[in-house]
């Protein structure tokens, strides 16, 4: 599989302005009163696919781009381009998705990737990232700040260059990273004959998200010896549940899923 990288950023003049940029700014000011002179931002696509470099860049236009109000260019960084970034920014951030993490605009743009290119390889993937470029940024912000503001830790990775960075010419650029194969792991029993600080601890480091009323209901339902009886008929361990059972539970009634929050 190749991988080819496509950026894409706003023209700037009369009339253009970097929509992208403008939202970030005036959101770090209004949310954390952080006055940043100027911010401009580009878009980019990482295809994995069988499709040559060349015949992507021929068509960049077509899906990547509106060429009116947008360049784009291919397997480089923009950043680097002087004619456009003229002056050098304090800071650069460049965010995307970890890797299995659901990239919804990577997903549409891959369905316009195999409209174009049918005869695509059927494992071609696209990920997307955004990156930001700071200009007159106040010296008590720091980039580690700046990042920890632009992405979601649990979702997006992100990767920086700081004022000292950008004067050398040290650019951010995330590489393109295939999803982890999965391992299949046999489901394990779980006990829940355990003291309540254990069925708490239980619930955190599963990421179940049960309170302790919650696990001890499901600890009863475990000793009811009717549930122990048909779960013994039918071959299944009669006092513990999996791991698996447990994450269904949890799927149908913790807040991370139910929001019971909002349901009261």
């Known amino acids: 599989m190749n991988i080819t990288r496509v950026e894409v950023t706003p023209k700037q003049g009369a009339g253009l302005s970097d929509v992208r940029g403008n939202v970030v700014r005036r959101q770090l000011m209004a949310d954390h009163n952080i006055n940043v002179g100027n911010i401009r931002s580009i878009v980019g696509f990482l295809i994995s696919s069988s499709i040559e470099s060349a015949d992507i860049s021929s068509r960049v236009d077509d899906l ?30 460049s965010v995307g998705f970890k890797a299995g993490v659901t990239d919804n605009p990577g997903a549409a743009a891959l ?3 195999r409209t174009i290119f049918p005869n695509t390889d059927l494992e071609s993937k696209i990920s997307t990232y955004i990156t930001y470029i700071f200009y007159d940024l106040p010296e008590s912000v720091t980039t580690d700040l700046l990042a920890e503001i632009l992405h979601n830790q649990l979702i997006q990775r992100a990767i920086s260059a700081d ?12 590489e393109y990273t295939a999803k982890p194969k999965q391992v299949f792991e046999n489901p394990k029993h779980i006990s829940l004959e355990i003291p309540d600080e ?14 302790l009323e919650e696990m001890k209901t499901i600890q009863s339902h475990y000793r009811d010896e009717t549930i122990r009886a048909a779960r013994k008929a039918v071959g299944i361990v009669q006092d513990a549940p999996t791991d698996v059972e447990l994450e269904c539970l949890a799927q149908t009634w913790s807040e991370h899923c139910k929001h019971k929050i909002f349901a009261s």
């Open 64 to 93: 990547f781009a509106d060429p009116i109000i947008e360049y784009s260019c291919t397997d480089q960084l923009f950043i680097k381009n002087t004619e456009l970034f003229t002056k050098t920014p304090d800071a650069v951030i």
């Open 111 to 113: 369905d316009g990737f």
């Open 163 to 174: 004022k000292e960075d950008c004067q050398n010419k040290l650019w951010p650029e995330i």
């Open 198 to 211: 254990d069925l708490i601890t239980l619930s955190e480091e599963g990421l179940l998200a049960l309170n």
